[in-house]
């Protein structure tokens, strides 16, 4: 790959993730609800979903989900599943967010909601299956295409973790002046529901 195909990777990359999406309205629904911190928490399980899908497109795997679409629908409509069990909890949850605060056990189970919501979302799957190809080298002679959709895939990942943490901290930090305010926090709790929901059907329908 010439240094040119390299910039060009990479500045495609940057707009698709800076795109507005589902994974980065996620990451800054988290940050402006409790801290930057757990933004960052949510961007990096995001992320390291996307290390399971990069590995099933360079094994070849995706083209086996593309062409079964009960297997794709099932995945699918797992990851809806999941999402509109995490609006439920937000929903019967009696307990006000806690602004401002992001222990250690927030964190993990934030990174852990991150993991879960990239990996039941056979869509990035399909995704990396178009994407990638399209900036491997014809002439793979000396490496071969798993690599070069890894290394792909690695890039990826790293540009999404970055802009996804700095989206988090910006987000985040503004979002704490209105902290205090008696109405932010009834406001950030329905606003993960609707977050939430809204992801749900549009893993479904689009």
Not at 45 to 68: P, Q, R, W, Y
Request: net charge positive; with cysteine.
């Amino acid at each position: 790959m010439s240094f040119g195909d390299f910039l060009y990777f990479l500045t495609a990359s940057v707009l698709l993730t800076l795109s507005p999406g589902p994974d980065l309205i996620f990451v800054i629904t988290q940050s402006v609800s409790r801290h930057w911190k757990a933004g960052v928490a949510t961007a990096l399980g995001l992320c390291s979903g996307l290390i399971v899908h990069t590995s099933v497109v360079a094994l070849g795997a995706a083209v086996f989900l593309k062409s079964n679409p009960l297997l794709f629908s099932l995945v699918e409509y797992a990851g809806a599943a999941y999402l509109l069990y995490l609006a439920w909890i937000v929903f019967r949850s009696n307990e006000q967010i806690t602004l401002g605060k992001a222990n250690i056990a927030d964190l993990r189970g934030l990174y852990k909601k991150g993991v879960t919501m990239n990996l039941l979302n056979p869509k990035v799957t399909l995704f990396f299956l178009a994407f990638l190809p399209q900036f491997i080298p014809n002439d793979t002679s000396t490496v071969s295409p798993a690599l070069y959709a890894l290394f792909l895939g690695g890039i990826f990942l790293a540009q999404a973790l970055v802009i996804f943490s700095m989206a988090s901290f910006i987000v985040g930090n503004l979002a704490a002046r209105f902290w205090e305010s008696s109405w932010y926090a009834p406001t950030m709790k329905w606003g993960q529901i609707i977050v939430f929901v809204s992801i749900a059907l549009h893993l479904v329908i689009t």
